[in-house]
């Protein structure tokens, strides 16, 4: 199993940023991919970001454009970042760090996003 600690969450204006960090237990070497997922009362969790281990990166076409997802290379542990920009109130939900590793899948317990004026 993969521990995963999300961190950076918190309350915005519309148009801001917030960055999200995801600090994984296992070095990026023993993880094929790690991705950030959201989630709103009442609906399922939803995709927005992932990163390969070879450095591909995929977008839901909501997000492309306003968010980044990368990987601090400078880290033995995996860590991932997710830098969101050009905030919206659509944005609002609890953001999961994800990774699919040869343990399986492992979850984060969830980062609250709050866009709001």
């Known amino acids: 199993q993969v521990q995963l600690v999300e961190s950076g969450g918190g309350l915005v204006q519309p148009g801001g940023s917030l960055r999200l960090s995801c600090a994984a237990s296992?070095?990026?070497?023993?993880?094929?991919?790690m991705s950030w997922y959201r989630q709103t009362p009442g609906n399922e969790r939803e995709f927005v970001a992932g990163?390969?281990?070879?450095?591909?990166?995929?977008?839901a076409d909501s997000v492309k454009g306003r968010f980044t997802v990368s990987r601090d290379n400078a880290k033995i542990l995996n860590t991932v970042n997710l830098q969101m920009n050009g905030l919206k109130p659509e944005d609002t939900a609890v953001y999961y760090c994800?990774?699919?590793?040869?343990?399986?899948?492992?979850w984060g317990q969830g980062t609250q996003v709050t866009v709001s004026s």
């Open positions: 296992k070095s990026r070497f023993s993880i094929n991919v």
């Open positions: 994800n990774a699919q590793s040869a343990w399986g899948a492992s």
């Open positions: 990163i390969y281990a070879n450095g591909q990166v995929k977008y």
